[in-house]
């Protein structure tokens, strides 16, 4: 007969997850309809799932959404909003993550877009991918820093940038960058050219980014690299922090 000192071994063992769910099994007679095979396929796929549960909240912790709960589920499709269920579910799919590919999304303030890409990249989390969610000011302030320390960090947030598998960058262009920031940009799409997949958010079209980058050269070669070939989605509609305001008035 299993007892307590039983089902704290689950704990001990890690399989705290399958313990659970005998201990289900053993007080609801309505699995008594079970056979032994049957049983033990639903143990093992308890713990499974469990498991995959912990993978996925590590993946989201590590990707430092500024709203973890962002999901493909809640995003909003208004009649007066350029944005289709039926295309966010085929990226919600990651398939596009899979090709190494970029998606940039273009909208004014206000419109919803950093929702939409951490909702991507929520959905990437499910899938086991490793995401890394920031803004470009952001990763200009830790180059500049770690690369002020000269204590080796700076290679190691280059390399961070270049080798995560989905790079998700807000804010992109808001506001100009340096030379020197140009070209670290520059050398992190080089190196995820092909190789990883990137999404950009930002409130400008591409031709203005040039604007906000230090040499025409450069500008060309950060351009080529993320707009040439990108998937497009041009957000535009109602402001979507007002929505959600008087929505939550009217509740």
Known sequence: MLTEEHFELFKQFRVKA???????????ESYDRFTFEEKMEMLIDAEAAARRERKVAKLVKDARFKDPSACVEDVVYLPDRTLAKDRINRLARCEWIDESEVVVVISKTGCGKSFVVQALGNAACRRLIAVRY???????DDLNRARAAQDGSYFEKMDACKSVALLLVDDFMTTPISTQNSVDLFEIMEAREGRRATVIASQLEPN??????EGELMADSILNRIATGARYIDLEGPNMREYFAKKKRAD
């Not at 920031?134 to 200009?140: E, F, G, H, P, S």
């Not at 203005?208 to 980058?213: D, G, M, V």
């Open 134 to 140: 920031t803004r470009l000011a952001d990763i200009c």
């Open 18 to 28: 399958m313990g659970d769910k005998l201990r289900e099994m053993v007080e609801d």
């Open 208 to 213: 203005e980014w040039y604007l906000r980058i």
